[in-house]
């Protein structure tokens, strides 16, 4: 009953499906970050049925990757590019951290978000309408996102102390969630990989170099994390996964034709 609380609870709260209502209580709160990836096979699962139906009715690239980029928006509610937007609107300020931190309280959209969030749609788009063929590596990398986020949750420091994402920090059992984090990051890095050497270990190898420097980034400007800069993370490293997806096909397209001309 406490496993289905808490993952009722991390699907009721990260995503825009229907889910029962239970009352949260500190346990269901503390474990449901163990659910949190499960969000991100949800949106794969729906991705991999909208590329089979593609397939199968010979549809365009541009309507197939349209599609792509609207089905995580849709799935979550945009609560993760919302972080993203508020996380660009207090960089993009360049203010002192505590006027940072209060920008990204802010629920207005500023300039800044507007712009970056067309600019991160766009470019989705036309990765979506490279690296969809890819489907095995493409549809992990959602969940493969939340786990890393999760991650980030439980080892470092959240900035402000309250909030949503103290709410659910707090109660954590950090080494259950942490192990549980590694686990999901072990089996989708395994799994894209077996579905696709090159594409998977791009994709894999970006996900560290975006953990790497978010990390150092939300340390310096904010002082730690917050909910918005754990949305921003997600969406970052989904997009950044996807460019090193990109990347080793051309990595394996270029080694083909290099082998090809000998």
């Known amino acids: 009953m406490d496993v289905l609380k808490s993952l009722c609870v991390a699907l009721s709260t990260y995503t825009a499906l229907p889910m029962p209502q239970f009352d949260w209580d500190e346990k269901s709160l503390g474990l449901s970050f163990c659910f949190l990836p499960v969000a991100g096979v949800l949106i ?30 849709f799935v979550t509610g945009g609560i993760h590019m919302d972080g993203f937007c508020d996380t660009v609107d207090a960089l993009c ?9 209060e920008i990204m309280k802010d629920s207005r959209a500023g300039a800044f978000a507007v712009i970056f969030a067309g600019a991160y749609l766009l470019t989705n788009f036309a990765l979506a309408s490279e690296v969809s063929g890819r489907p095995g590596v493409y549809c992990l990398i959602f969940a493969l996102s939340r786990a890393v986020s999760v991650l980030s949750v439980t080892g470092y420091q959240n900035a402000r ?18 192990r549980v984090a590694w686990g999901w990051i072990a089996v989708c890095a395994l799994c894209m990989d077996l579905a696709d050497l090159y594409a ?35 969406q970052t490293l989904e997009l950044a996964m996807m460019a090193g997806m990109y990347a080793g096909q051309c990595v394996e397209i270029s080694g083909f034709i290099l082998w090809r001309s000998f």
């Open 44 to 73: 794969g699962l729906l991705l991999w049925l909208w590329l089979r139906i593609c397939w199968w009715c010979g549809t365009g690239i541009v309507l197939r990757a349209a599609v792509c980029t609207v089905i995580p928006l």
């Open 93 to 101: 300020s360049h203010q002192e951290r505590e006027k940072c931190l």
């Open 161 to 178: 102390g309250e909030g949503m994402l103290a709410t659910f920090q707090k109660p954590a059992a950090r080494k259950l969630v942490s």
């Open 200 to 234: 998977g270990t791009g994709a894999l190898l970006a996900a560290v170099i975006v953990w790497n420097r978010y990390h150092a980034a939300a340390l310096k400007r904010f002082g730690g994390i917050t909910g918005d800069t754990s949305g921003f993370l997600v």
